[in-house]
Structure formats: structure tokens, C-alpha cells
């Protein structure tokens, strides 16, 4: 008479939301210790320490320090913990269906505040990384690109909806949204000079109208 012999089934639920809940870990510690100390001085060893975990377990579920840091930048710009595509962010769903320019504008001013408070520090401490390092001037021009390259599609959806004055071309329009909602931007104006961070907001909605649409 042959034994059977019987198989254990594993379930892997708990062992990854257990990775997951590490690997958020490792990402809080990593932007404290980047924001604290600046992205040179932070160390792969100082971010384990502070997530109470092994140096190799930041390799392996995370990566080295670049690869920390474009994480963060994603998390912040979709405002949860994994990056989300633009197309699917709720604000570009409003400004597509939105048929009237200023309100467009309006969505991504109140838009770009929110995302700023989370990551305006963390760009700052990219470029600043950026002008030493390789790795982090890749990633750097990474991000930049692609919020010229998202820029230019909100300018194109704008000019869609007769929301672009006469004479000023798409890629001018962009570049206009593009400098003026930049972290550096937004740090002079709310630390730098104190204004409340709505005040922001209204000052980029109202600068954009006046800048890029036609007048009325």
C-alpha cells in the first residue's frame, strides 16, 4: 500500500504585506534621513539603522540610494504608497473633462499645491545631489523631462479648448507652466517669504490665466 504523503499549502499573504509594511519602512526612513541630512551625508547603513533592518533587506526590496530616492519622488507625486501613471491621477481626469480653461487651470494649481507640500523638499534635495553624482543627475533629468513632457499635454489640452492666446505656441505655454510650478518656485514663496500655501495656489492660478489664456 503506497503512504501518501501530504503537501502543505502556503499562503503568502502575510509574508508580503509583512515586505510591503518593510519596505515602507525602509522608504520612511530613507526620506527623514535624505531630508535631515541631505542626500550625500544619508547612508544606505543610517536608513537600515532607522528602519530596524538589515543592510541587504534595503537592496533587495528597495535598491541603493538613487533608486530610494525616484521611489519617494513617485510616492509623493501620486500621494500613496506606489507610483501611479498621470493618466490615471483623479486631478488629470478633472482637467481632461473640464471644458473651460481657467477651471483647468484652477484643478492644477490646487493640484500642484498638494503635491508640492509632499514633494518640493525631496526635488530640491535631488537637484542638489544632481550636480555631484551621476546616478542621481539621471534620475534628476528623468524628472524633469518628464514633467516638461506632462506639461506640454496639459498646454495641448489647453489650446484644445481655445484656452491659449494668440501668438504664444504650445511649447512656450509649457515651458511657462513648467518654471512657474517648480519646487524651487513654491519653496521661495511658502518658506521663503511665508505666504500660506492656498495663497499659492490662487497666485498660480491667477498667473497662469494671465499669462497663457486670451484675453476676455
Known amino acids: 500500500m503506497t503512504k501518501q504523503v501530504k503537501t502543505r499549502h502556503y499562503d503568502n499573504t502575510a509574508r508580503s504585506e509583512q515586505s510591503d509594511e518593510t519596505r ?8 527623514a534621513q535624505m531630508l535631515e541630512q541631505g542626500y550625500r551625508a544619508t547612508t544606505i547603513a543610517a536608513i537600515a539603522r532607522s528602519a530596524g533592518v538589515h543592510v541587504d533587506t534595503v537592496y533587495a526590496l528597495v535598491g541603493r540610494k538613487p533608486v530610494l530616492l525616484r521611489e519617494l519622488i513617485e510616492q509623493a507625486i501620486s500621494g500613496s504608497d506606489e507610483a501611479i501613471p498621470a493618466e490615471q491621477r483623479h486631478y488629470v481626469s478633472a482637467i481632461r473633462s473640464e471644458p473651460d480653461p481657467r477651471r483647468k487651470l484652477a484643478i492644477y494649481a490646487r493640484a500642484t499645491r498638494e503635491i508640492h507640500a509632499r514633494l518640493a523638499p525631496l526635488l530640491l534635495a535631488l537637484r542638489d545631489a544632481s ?3 551621476p546616478e542621481a543627475r539621471q534620475v534628476w533629468e ?6 516638461a ?4 499635454e496639459l498646454a495641448q489640452d489647453l489650446k484644445s479648448v ?3 492666446r494668440s501668438g504664444l505656441s504650445i511649447a512656450e505655454a509649457a515651458d511657462t507652466i513648467w518654471v512657474t510650478n517648480s519646487a524651487e518656485v513654491y519653496v521661495l514663496l511658502t518658506t521663503e517669504r511665508g505666504w500660506p500655501p492656498r495663497r499659492y495656489e490662487r497666485w498660480l492660478a491667477d498667473t497662469w490665466s494671465r499669462l497663457l489664456l486670451p484675453n476676455d
Open 24 to 31: 515602507q519602512a525602509i522608504l520612511d526612513a530613507a526620506r
Open 131 to 133: 550636480t555631484t553624482e
Open 142 to 147: 528623468e524628472v524633469s523631462e518628464r514633467r
Open 149 to 152: 513632457r506632462n506639461m506640454r
Open 162 to 164: 481655445g484656452g491659449i
